[in-house]
């Protein structure tokens, strides 16, 4: 097989293919073979009809026709491949010669992705939640660790958020009971909207021990344009009595046997949070700013190739969960229109980074060495537990080598843009980026520059 790449306008390319009447004949044979499997002829038993017969009954066309409709996808892939040509479409195909008999050929015109350029990328300026932790937050995972072990206490007061009031509520429509939400004795925390209504949690801000609340609010479901009428009684209001964050809570509360190492032990776990928070903070929002260097317009092609992308991603891992899609938008109330719309926004921004850092990548000369590919197939070799050699030759087979090779080469230029990015919390203090754990300290590694490698 023979091909040529030729660059056309609005980022598409044609790909003229030739193969020979002697590279077509196993493909035209197999054609006749899945015939001769369907037709009955007097005498031939089902898949024993020769082929001199067949060609004598249908014609050589009809076999023809079937092994270029199997073999075309084949061939383009190939073609595809020994050009490395970066498509993002399904391509549209002509077929310009051997539709009858000798060699074939045809045209496959497809969109590309595009080659852009961006500036700016060596000097980015991103900001990031802080990873320090403040006495603020210490004492708030504390007092969240108290209000677990809070006891309820009766005041004599109106109530405010976070106080238990107990409750009867009458709900009707249309002077008709609601039996969901018509109940006695009803234990509400004020403040948290827990059935859904705002209404409720604004008369209860104020109401005392004895108050009768009349009210009406929208029905939640938006659907339903009629209103709900509420009669509340409030019986009693409850706030939560926290235990001392003494020495016997330490040692009621957890396995420490004093106030001091409990807290040492809450500063180093929020330490580890706040610093995962900012790493994946650093991921983000260096990735918005990439986006926004990305002045060209998106293509729909490249915007339905990253949906298509984004959406069997998803899936996948909705299936590991042993949900399905389906499951998952009935469940977050989710349309799939509303669901379309989400996945078009991601990819927006998702496709801009894509192009920035292949652009980046080009720029800077960012390569991925033999050595470093070597690497990566090593940790998937072992992850599947088989032979380095096997996990090579099946993804070469696949045409995926030069797939993993692009994705560290994008990794690679991310590491580049943020070891260069000036990283500031959010009042605009500089961010020690020692602090910031990172799980890919190791991907630098796989990248050679003209700019020399640099060592973590």
Request: hydrophobic share 35%.
């Amino acid at each position: 097989m023979n091909s040529t790449l030729e660059t056309l306008e609005d980022n598409k390319v044609k790909l003229s293919v030739t193969i020979d009447a002697a590279e077509f004949e196993p493909k035209l044979e197999a054609a006749y073979q899945a015939i001769a499997k369907e037709v009955r002829m007097p005498g031939f038993r089902p898949g024993k009809v020769p082929r001199k017969l067949i060609e004598q009954q249908y014609g050589p066309e009809m076999a023809r026709e079937e092994a270029l409709r199997q073999a075309l996808p084949e061939f383009y892939s190939k073609a595809v491949y020994d050009n490395d040509v970066d498509v993002i479409a399904a391509p549209e195909i002509d077929i310009t010669g051997g539709q009858s008999e000798g060699d074939v050929s045809f045209d496959a015109v497809v969109e590309v992705r595009p080659v852009i350029t961006v500036s700016g990328h060596d000097g980015l300026k991103v900001e990031i939640p802080s990873p320090h932790v403040t006495d603020d937050d210490l004492h708030e995972r504390l007092d969240s660790i108290r209000r677990q072990h809070a006891e309820l206490g009766t005041v004599d007061r109106a109530a405010a958020d976070d106080d238990h009031v107990t409750i009867d509520i009458v709900a009707k429509i249309d002077d008709e009971e609601i039996p969901g939400l018509t109940t006695t004795d009803y234990d509400y925390v004020v403040g948290t909207k827990a059935v859904g209504i705002d209404e409720i949690d604004e008369n209860l801000r104020g109401a005392s021990a004895g108050d009768e609340l009349t009210f009406s609010a929208d029905h939640p479901d938006e659907t339903q344009e009629s209103s709900i009428d509420f009669v509340i009684t409030v019986k009693e209001v409850q706030e939560s009595v926290l235990p001392e964050a003494d020495d016997a809570f330490a040692k009621e509360a957890s396995e420490f046997e004093t106030m001091d190492e409990l807290r040492d032990d809450l500063m180093h776990r929020l330490e580890d949070v706040k610093r995962a928070q900012s790493t994946q903070a650093l991921d983000e929002e260096t990735g918005n700013a990439l986006a926004k260097l990305v002045t060209d317009d998106i293509s729909e092609a490249l915007l339905e190739d990253e949906m298509e992308n984004r959406a069997q991603d998803m899936g996948m891992r909705l299936q590991a969960q042993g949900i399905q899609l389906e499951q998952y938008l009935q469940i977050t109330g989710t349309t799939p229109e509303m669901f379309r719309e989400q996945l078009r926004e991601q990819a927006e921004v998702s496709a801009r980074v894509d192009l920035a850092l292949r652009a980046i990548a080009e720029s800077e000369n960012i390569e991925v060495t033999d050595e470093a590919l070597d690497d990566e197939l090593r940790v998937l070799a072992t992850q599947l537990d088989q032979p380095l050699e096997t996990i090579r030759e099946q993804l070469d087979a696949a045409g995926r080598l030069k797939a993993i090779r692009s994705d560290m080469r994008m990794r690679a230029a991310l590491e580049w843009v943020t070891e260069r990015a000036e990283i500031v919390d959010e009042n605009g203090n500089a961010v020690d980026r020692d602090l910031l754990k990172h799980d890919h300290d190791h991907d630098h590694d796989h990248a050679d520059h003209d700019h020399g490698s640099e060592e973590e």
